[in-house]
Nanobody, 122 residues
Framework: QVQLVESGGGLVQAGGSLRLSCAAS????????TGWYRQPPGKERELVAA??????KNYADSVKGRFTISRDNAKNLYLQMTSLKPEDTAVYYC?????????????????WGQGIQVTVSS
């Protein structure tokens, strides 16, 4: 099995910055971390940012211009968050997808991290 481990969350004042990181417990071509989601208190989980194999990125409208998603050569996933607002307060989750290679069919289609709390105070 593959586990995703998030780090970098915490409490920050409005206008501040945080950098989230996501690392997979195993290095395999079958799994690639591709997106960050968040779940605000009492709300549904939503996509924050995603990056595909070609490097193309997309962002939720609410974070465009403030958040940046990136991935390094070791396939760790990052989310740089700047100009944070109280409405960014949520549990943030890293998501990984299974590759389309036939020999990867034994892996689950999706993997999720345990979630990490980000709290922005006003």
């Amino acid at each position: 099995q593959v586990q995703l481990v998030e780090s970098g969350g915490g409490l920050v004042q409005a206008g501040g910055s945080l950098r989230l990181s996501c690392a997979a417990s195993r290095d395999t071509v079958c799994i690639s971390a591709t997106g960050w989601y968040r779940q605000p208190p009492g709300k549904e989980r939503e996509l924050v940012a995603a990056i595909n194999s070609g490097g193309s990125k997309n962002y939720a409208d609410s974070v465009k211009g403030r958040f940046t998603i990136s991935r390094d050569n070791a396939k760790n996933l990052y989310l740089q968050m700047t100009s944070l607002k109280p409405e960014d307060t949520a549990v943030y989750y890293c998501n990984a997808k299974r590759s389309t290679y036939v020999y990867c069919s034994g892996y689950d289609p999706d993997y999720w991290g345990q979630g990490i709390q980000v709290t922005v105070s006003s």
